[in-house]
């Protein structure tokens, strides 16, 4: 061990003791524990994705997670075989308490979080040790230069060292040394697998809409149908043959919502009522349940309903991404922060800040070729997406099976 490792784990443990009471645990989940801790830089949503990936490519996994902070973090969108727990303070007895109690047979570490007494403990306990989801930037290694010689120490029990990108692999290097195993598999995100949709329906309505422009308005609340509608009258002016389809966010709205389209005027359809888009039709409503699939399959154009008016929830819009649909939304990304952020980061997006701005977007976005470019940006950030998960994972699986072949020898 290295001496600076070594006087640092022996500071901690003589360290205050007896401050804090023992935690309350769990049941620790039957089978084969991956134990997933976020850092600083990852996220509970991208862990998620990870966690349920791995369950897919290997039935009967069980998670733990842990966070850093005061109290255990909220397990929402994991397998349901998963656990949490706080992070133990970084002395030796309480980690001990957590790993005795735990007996991970692997820890993945996600962001730039390296707690010393904690990986040494996993380390000496021989459970492999995955770092993913690490960006370090400049600022970050000069932050580290007078502790160099401990985080070297700490990166060299990684068995697998996944970088979100060159530089940070290049400084990965630098502070563990030309023989760390380091490797750029990029960022994980929070993506959607693409939603299901009847092909034989989608065909049949592709042909009925024929060149017709169509876009969609998904989980539209009762606050935003005004701006819809009147971001769709200001498009037909250009282009008379436009296609509202509209999706309500409460499908018992859709009475109400009908009849007041109606009055004011449009031509309507309704899924529920087994309706067509026939060529008149202004304004498909949407109002079946399940099959936003199928929408998201036929609109060049969707807008992210919930996100004009504050208090929304909305809807994953990796959801269309994940099906070439150009992506419009407002400034209120609901519980999606991360996944918003990732689109406008890959220009895969179109921010609207209110109605206005949402008919001028709607009315530029009849050109196919606008429309088109957003769109591709979107499905090259959603699949770029599941190709970080689907590297990580495999990663991690790799390091399992290697400790399961280490201990059958």
Not at 348 to 373: F, N, S, Y
Not at 383 to 397: F, K, N, P, Q
Request: net charge negative; aromatic share 4%.
């Amino acid at each position: 061990m290295a001496r600076s490792l070594a006087l640092a784990l022996y500071l901690l443990a003589a360290g205050r003791r007896g401050s804090e009471p023992e935690p309350v645990r769990g049941e620790r989940p039957a089978g084969t524990l991956v134990w997933m801790h976020i850092g600083a830089g990852s996220g509970r949503k991208r862990l998620a994705q990870l966690a349920r990936r791995l369950a897919e490519l290997r039935p009967g996994l069980s998670f733990l997670v842990t966070a850093e902070g005061p109290s255990a973090p909220d397990a929402r969108g994991f397998p349901a075989a998963t656990a949490a727990d706080r992070q133990p303070p970084e002395r030796t007895p309480a980690i001990a308490a957590f790993l005795d109690h735990w007996r991970p047979d692997l820890a993945l570490f996600a962001g730039a979080s390296l707690p010393p007494a904690l990986l040494a403990g996993a380390h000496d306990r021989a459970v492999p040790l995955v770092l993913a989801d690490i960006r370090m930037t400049a600022a970050d290694e000069r932050a580290l230069r007078w502790r160099r010689a401990l985080a070297g120490s700490l990166l060299g029990r990684f068995a697998r060292v996944l970088a979100q990108d060159p530089d940070t692999a290049g400084r990965l290097r630098a502070l563990g040394g030309r023989q760390l195993p380091v490797e750029i598999a990029g960022r994980i995100e929070e993506t959607s697998d693409p939603l299901p949709g009847n092909e034989a329906e989608r065909a049949s309505l592709a042909a009925l809409l024929a060149t017709r422009p169509v876009w969609l308005a998904v989980a539209c609340p009762e606050a935003e149908e005004e701006a819809v509608i009147a971001a769709h009258a200001r498009a037909m002016g250009l282009a008379h043959r436009m296609l509202l389809i509209l999706v309500p966010a409460d499908t018992a709205r859709a009475d109400a919502l009908a009849e007041r389209i109606g009055k004011e005027g449009w031509i309507i359809a309704r899924r529920s009522h087994e309706e067509e888009p026939d060529p008149e039709v202004q304004v498909f409503l949407a109002d079946a349940e399940s099959e936003l699939g199928l929408w998201y399959r036929l609109a060049p154009v969707t807008f992210m309903g919930g996100t004009l008016v504050s208090g929304g929830t909305g809807r994953n819009p990796f959801e269309p991404a994940a099906l070439g649909s150009a992506i419009l939304h407002g400034p209120h990304p609901g519980p999606y922060p991360e996944a918003y952020a990732l689109l406008a980061e890959a220009r895969a997006a179109r921010l609207v800040a209110g109605p206005e701005a949402l008919a001028e977007a709607v009315t530029e976005l009849i050109a196919p070729d606008r429309a088109a470019l957003l769109a591709h940006n979107a499905w090259a950030a959603s699949s770029g997406g599941a190709e970080v998960t689907d590297r990580v994972a495999g990663a991690v699986l790799a390091a399992l099976d290697a400790r399961r072949g280490e201990a059958a020898a």
